[in-house]
């Protein structure tokens, strides 16, 4: 009887020992890893910083002055996600376009994932911001010009012949946060897309959300996740929750519609003023973006000038923008 007692006691005692090992292996297996800050990871840091830039220009030279780390004050980094919110009717997604256009310039092939926006009115304006041909002579009704539209075309046709850069954005909408992910890894699969814009993260749905707050936060991780995992770089796109839309105070981020996942899965946020916003002549207005957030250097008061004619915006002079705004 003891020794049937003794013995059970050391098939427990051997189970234990066998389970705690599992444990241990099990932490181990799952552990992130870590490596030591010597030779030869030092070694490493050091040919990786040897290396040219892999960093994008956007249009504004004060946005890429302090694009640091591994944008090397040159521009938007692989691997960065990085957030561009304003109010409605502000001019948000124009500005994410200017941003693509520049990029395609660069020779980058550039992906606008529009959940708003049809195709050809995405086109359209495309066409006017690359080109700098007046908007109503590319858009529908009696003002379209064909000579106008065929020229802006033969820019960007002869800009993908010299660099390879091109837009690619979709054909049907896109409203479902698992399409948004499938075209990321479809489009850098295949078409070696490096560069995305989603435009508007709140009009993103994922299925298992209960309310906004959820929603934004799977979205934002995911897209962010996706950047990360694949090396791109990606803008996403945000509206102002209804506090900060109707406020008189200058932006912050903290107002963005959604909660606080945009701004923590953010590498930089970017905010359109609307306290700045200023109409100045027929066709343009002058607006403040500020880089209020920002993991790479410090932050900027960014002075832009829009021209309505070409949906461009501009980077001007700061002195430009006190005398304009007077």
Known sequence: MIDKQVAIRRMESDMEQHRALEIRQQAVDEAPEFVEVLGYELKLLEQAKLRPLDAVPT?????????????????????????????????????????????????ET?????????KHQLMTRYLSIFSGANIRRLEWGHLYDKETAFTASSLI????????????????????????????RYLHEYKGCRYFITDYLQLAWAGNAQNIHDRITEVSHAIRGEAVDLNVISVGVSQFNRGASGSDTRPIVQGLMGGSALENDSNQVLLLDHTTYKEVGENSALIKLLAAKNRHG????????????????????????EEGAD
């Open 110 to 118: 550039v992906a606008i994932i529009s959940l708003e926006m049809g």
């Open 298 to 321: 410090g932050r900027a008061e960014i002075p832009l000038m829009w021209d309505y004619s070409t949906l461009r915006a501009t980077e001007c002079d700061s002195r430009e923008f």
């Open 157 to 184: 046709e002869e800009n993908h012949e010299r660099n390879g850069g091109v837009l690619l954005t979709n054909q049907r909408p896109i409203s479902k946060l698992s399409d948004i992910v499938a075209a990321m």
């Open 59 to 107: 249009p504004y030279p004060s946005w890429n002055a302090v694009c640091r780390d591994e944008g090397g004050g040159k521009g938007l980094a692989r691997g960065w996600h990085v957030l561009i919110g304003g109010n409605t009717g502000l001019g948000k997604s124009l500005l994410a376009i200017n941003v693509a256009a520049h990029a395609v310039k660069e020779g």
